[in-house]
């Protein structure tokens, strides 16, 4: 099994961006680099599932011995996880790019504040300030959630 499920979630491959004195937040640059790390990101994850596809056909035996036949269904397992975490986090760049087409990307969905370019570059599918966003979490762990 190759190593790049650690790497297939990454979407640090990006120049951050230059902030200019007075420029208008979410402004049409601002989108554009936001709507290029979002689908570059997607692009990577959706690349790493053909690859997982590939791979396990590829990998695919009828071991004799139940060792190497549990370690492989194992391997794959794994693969799979990790895959399925990925399909969710390409369903919320997909929601991401949603809110970029409806003009709402980059404002808190909770307060309506300015969340950040730095804090969409750290997570661009960020969907809360960080104050709201740690409000909930200080929330759900009052709740045992």
């Given at each position: 099994?190759?190593?790049?499920?650690?790497?297939?979630?990454?979407?640090?491959?990006?120049?951050?961006?230059?902030?200019?004195?007075?420029?208008?937040?979410m402004?049409?640059?601002q989108?554009?680099?936001?709507?290029?790390?979002?689908l570059?990101?997607?692009?990577?994850?959706?690349e790493?599932?053909?690859?997982?596809?590939?791979?396990?056909?590829?990998?695919?035996?009828?071991?004799?011995?139940?060792?190497?036949?549990?370690?492989?269904?194992?391997?794959?397992?794994?693969?799979?996880?990790?895959?399925?975490?990925?399909?969710k986090?390409?369903?919320?760049?997909?929601?991401?790019?949603?809110?970029?087409?409806?003009?709402?990307?980059?404002?808190?969905?909770?307060?309506?504040?300015?969340?950040g370019?730095?804090?969409?570059?750290?997570?661009?599918?960020?969907?809360?300030?960080?104050d709201?966003?740690?409000?909930?979490?200080?929330?759900?762990?009052?709740?045992?959630?």
């Amino acid at each position: 099994m190759d190593n790049k499920a650690s790497s297939s979630s990454s979407y640090t491959d990006f120049t951050p961006y230059e902030l200019k004195d007075g420029e208008e937040y979410m402004n049409d640059a601002q989108v554009e680099h936001f709507r290029s790390i979002l689908l570059n990101w997607k692009r990577s994850l959706m690349e790493e599932v053909d690859r997982t596809v590939h791979h396990m056909q590829d990998e695919a035996a009828n071991f004799p011995d139940p060792t190497d036949r549990a370690t492989q269904e194992s391997e794959f397992s794994l693969e799979l996880r990790t895959r399925d975490r990925e399909r969710k986090l390409i369903r919320k760049i997909d929601s991401s790019l949603r809110r970029i087409d409806d003009h709402d990307f980059g404002f808190c969905e909770s307060c309506g504040a300015d969340i950040g370019i730095r804090r969409l570059e750290a997570r661009p599918t960020a969907e809360m300030c960080v104050d709201c966003k740690s409000l909930e979490e200080i929330r759900e762990r009052q709740l045992g959630r």
